[in-house]
């Protein structure tokens, strides 16, 4: 058995946290120019905006590190090791490669799909930083935390009801 033995630094983990967060705001705003109806237009704006606001947030605490500021305590092997599992085991690969998840003619339920697997593993990521942030920014990140169980809720939801409508 391969033991997969990553290491990323703190200034790394961020990097990889910002271009996730601007990955989504691209992955919204495609959704957006996707879809017909108004409301469902609105409602990936307000996703882009959200990934906007994480975006500034990894930005600031990177930052922070680079001021030297002791924003990163912890980073054992295990953090290190599981961050870099979750990226390299699902989707999140893919897009901080940067490939198209919504190509031209994909239709709305297999795009939530993708939105939905996109959300979910950021919010395994995100939960793997936590060990790793200091406890006076752990409560910001303990919010785009949530805010991102919303958004995969928000898609669920939305993929739900196309189904009902037989979508």
């Known amino acids: 058995m391969v033991k997969l033995v990553l290491r990323f630094s703190p200034f790394e983990v961020l990097e990889m946290a910002k271009e996730l967060e601007r990955r989504g705001i691209d992955f919204y705003h495609r959704l957006a120019q996707l879809t017909s109806s108004s409301s469902t237009r609105e409602i990936f704006s307000f996703l882009g905006k959200?990934?906007?606001?994480h975006?500034?947030?990894f930005t600031h605490l990177q930052e922070e590190l680079n001021e030297g500021e002791q924003i990163i305590f912890?980073?054992?092997d295990e953090s290190v090791n599981y961050l870099g599992a979750i990226v390299e085991s699902g989707i999140l690969d893919k897009v901080l490669k940067g490939v198209n998840l919504v190509p031209a003619g994909i239709d709305m339920k297999d795009a939530l799909e993708i939105g939905i697997d996109i959300e979910k593993e950021s919010i395994l990521f995100y939960q793997g930083l936590t060990p790793m942030v200091s406890a006076?920014?752990?409560e910001w990140l303990d919010k785009v935390i949530e805010e991102e169980k919303k958004h995969f809720l928000r898609l669920q939801n939305m993929?739900?009801?196309?189904?009902?409508k037989g979508g």
């Open 74 to 76: 912890s980073t054992t």
């Open 136 to 138: 006076e920014k752990r």
């Open 55 to 57: 975006l500034d947030f």
């Open 50 to 53: 959200e990934e906007e606001k």
């Open 159 to 164: 993929k739900r009801g196309l189904e009902e």
